[in-house]
Nanobody, 122 residues
Framework: VQLQASGGGLVQAGGSPRLSCAAS????????MGWFRQAPGKEREFVAA????????YYADSVKGRFTISRDNAKNTVSLQMNSLKPEDTAVYYC????????????????WGQGTLVTVSS
């Protein structure tokens, strides 16, 4: 599976950008999909994940209630709707695919996209 994230950029605090991740390969629907982020000087951290059929989602406490993950298996895409952005949300955001049913660990993901930078100005 090859992943390509897009949708990042400079956003004002309180903004609502939407990140997208396009996947290649016919097996996209078999994977749990996740979003992670990495701020400068920090470790990569979990943001959100969604099961293969979209039936279950899981969020980091820091984004719960503000971010929504979704997927469209017919289009091989997974999205992250981000609302009420804060400066501390500034990071490179990565989409990733895991063969596990649901996964929040970095080590549990098999494929990674190249990342898209989101910068939140105050």
């Amino acid at each position: 599976v090859q992943l390509q994230a897009s949708g990042g950029g400079l956003v004002q605090a309180g903004g609502s950008p939407r990140l997208s991740c396009a996947a290649s390969g016919r097996t996209f629907s078999r994977y749990c999909m996740g979003w992670f982020r990495q701020a400068p000087g920090k470790e990569r951290e979990f943001v959100a994940a969604i099961t293969w059929n979209g039936g279950s989602t899981y969020y980091a406490d820091s984004v719960k209630g503000r971010f929504t993950i979704s997927r469209d298996n017919a289009k091989n895409t997974v999205s992250l709707q981000m609302n009420s952005l804060k400066p501390e949300d500034t990071a490179v955001y990565y989409c990733a695919a895991s063969s596990n049913v649901m996964e929040y660990r970095v080590s549990g993901y098999d494929y990674w996209g190249q990342g898209t930078l989101v910068t939140v100005s105050s």
